[in-house]
């Protein structure tokens, strides 16, 4: 591997561990509290990711210790399906350590995109719109912006009325059998097929992963279904409870044919219902604002707002 960058001299590097996601935490706390002004994350949600199935911490992970044992850097590789898209991460408050851990992690790229076969392949990044430095850096290694992200949120400050279901429509809540968890991935894998970055994982790596997820459990996922066909999905999880006392829309699709129906708007409201029945102080959604159906309309529909905005970052990468 060529490399130019360089840690620093005190600095050390290695796997992440499960033991090190307290410490991991602080940093990255710290990090995100400098750009944004809140940590944005939780200690299990960083251990979580520590163990995600399809992330092998032994060579995706790379954290780099400063001499007193604390972390000073973070970088991650994610491969995805085949390995032809690959996510990287990278956080450092520190130049030098950010450099290096951005070649690290392409080189990682490189390498999963070469043990499949591929010629190239395509990396993805995700940065805060305040976070310059790292916007700097992409777009020094010919990264280019490829779409917006912006978590949307709505307050509630009483009780919500809970919306009636559009007529023919059967809601159906929780997915505890394998029949509908396997519906549910497959409606998911269909509304998003298309979208920036999506690559549909392996069903049994989706379940390991919503298992090992320590904000979500089964019953957070609803259905509906019209004469018997599943055709719109909600996901839901606890991720933001602890930071924000607000629930969260991990995902929300309705397949094509069946839009237009108020199937998504119902879906919307439902949640806002039963997150302020919970008392919980609002709800939020992540929305690409690229989404081909519209969706940021929707949400602007309902009341939400925009609070906080991120940016994708892609680049065409030949696998070397």
């Known amino acids: 591997m060529n490399t130019t960058a360089v840690l620093p001299h005190d600095c050390t590097a290695r796997p992440p561990e499960p033991a090190d996601a307290e410490a991991l935490f602080d940093m990255l706390a710290a990090y995100n509290t400098a750009l944004i002004g809140v940590a944005d994350g939780t200690v299990d949600e960083v251990a979580d990711r520590i163990v995600e199935p399809g992330f092998d ?11 007193d044992g604390l972390p000073v850097g973070y970088g991650t590789t994610f491969g995805r399906g085949d390995r032809e898209v690959v996510g990287i991460q990278v956080w450092s ?16 790229a490189r390498e ?15 940065v805060y719109r305040a976070d ?14 490829s779409t917006t992200y912006q978590r949307m949120r ?6 919500i ?8 429509v059967v809601v159906r809540r929780g997915a505890f059998d394998d029949a509908t968890r396997w519906t549910a991935h497959q409606i998911i894998i269909e509304c998003l097929r298309g979208q920036v970055g999506f690559v549909a994982r392996p069903h049994d790596e989706w379940i390991e992963a919503l298992d090992g997820t320590s904000t979500f459990d089964w019953s957070l996922i609803t259905l509906l279904e019209i004469d018997g066909r599943a055709v719109a999905i909600r996901l839901c999880s606890e991720e933001y409870v602890e930071t924000e006392k607000c629930g969260h829309i991990g995902m929300l699709g309705v397949f094509e044919e069946f839009r237009g129906r108020g199937l998504a708007t119902f879906l919307l409201r439902d949640a806002f219902a039963r997150d302020a029945a919970a008392g ?4 939020n959604l992540n929305v690409d604002t690229n989404n081909p159906t519209q969706a940021l309309r929707l949400y602007q529909a309902v009341g939400m707002n925009p609070t906080l905005i991120s940016d994708g970052w892609r680049r065409v990468l030949p696998v070397i």
């Open 57 to 67: 911490r032994g060579t995706d992970g790379f954290l780099v210790l400063a001499g």
């Open 93 to 108: 408050q520190q130049a030098a350590v950010a450099d290096w851990l951005f070649e690290q992690t392409m080189h990682r």
């Open 112 to 126: 999963m995109g070469r043990e499949r076969g591929h010629a190239e392949i395509t990396v993805d990044t995700e």
């Open 132 to 145: 310059e430095s790292l916007r700097t850096l992409l777009s020094d290694h010919d990264f280019t912006a």
């Open 154 to 159: 709505i307050d509630h400050t009483g009780p």
């Open 161 to 168: 009325a809970t919306p009636e279901a559009p007529a023919g």
């Open 280 to 283: 919980l102080a609002g709800t």
